[in-house]
């Protein structure tokens, strides 16, 4: 059974950093494009990054850009999200998840149904 696994979440103060891991059993994540996605409390889930298979290209939510970068480990089946500058408006569930193209392109977050495996999500929470 395909299960993607989010972990690195938690409490942080407004300014601090926090990694998520997203990992997986049963198949191999290099095969896709990996994206977080995010949902704050009564809030539709946003896309925040997106990592390609093909070509290791990385697209960003506008709300995140030049504070997240997203990366990938491949020899260890894992896909990163290093969050820094967190503020409040940062705060929710992190979900990872499995594109079903190789590559992401500009229109990566349009559409939630072209994600075929999601993580259980982890609650990332930034307050002082």
């Keep these: ?56 290209s990385t697209y960003y939510g506008d709300s995140v850009k030049g504070r997240f970068t997203i990366s990938r480990d491949n020899a260890k089946n894992t896909v990163y999200l290093q969050m820094n500058s967190l503020k409040p408006e940062d705060t929710g569930v992190y979900y990872c998840a499995t594109y079903q193209h190789v590559r992401c392109g500009f229109s990566w977050s349009a559409r939630l149904e072209w994600y075929d495996y999601w993580g259980q999500g982890i609650q990332v929470t930034v307050s002082s």
């Design 1 to 56: 059974q395909v299960q993607l696994v989010e972990s690195g979440g938690g409490l942080v103060q407004p300014g601090g950093s926090l990694r998520l891991s997203c990992s997986a059993s049963e198949f191999t994540l290099d095969y896709y494009a990996i994206a977080w996605f995010r949902q704050a409390p009564g809030k539709e889930r946003e896309g925040v990054s997106c990592i390609s298979s093909s070509d290791g």
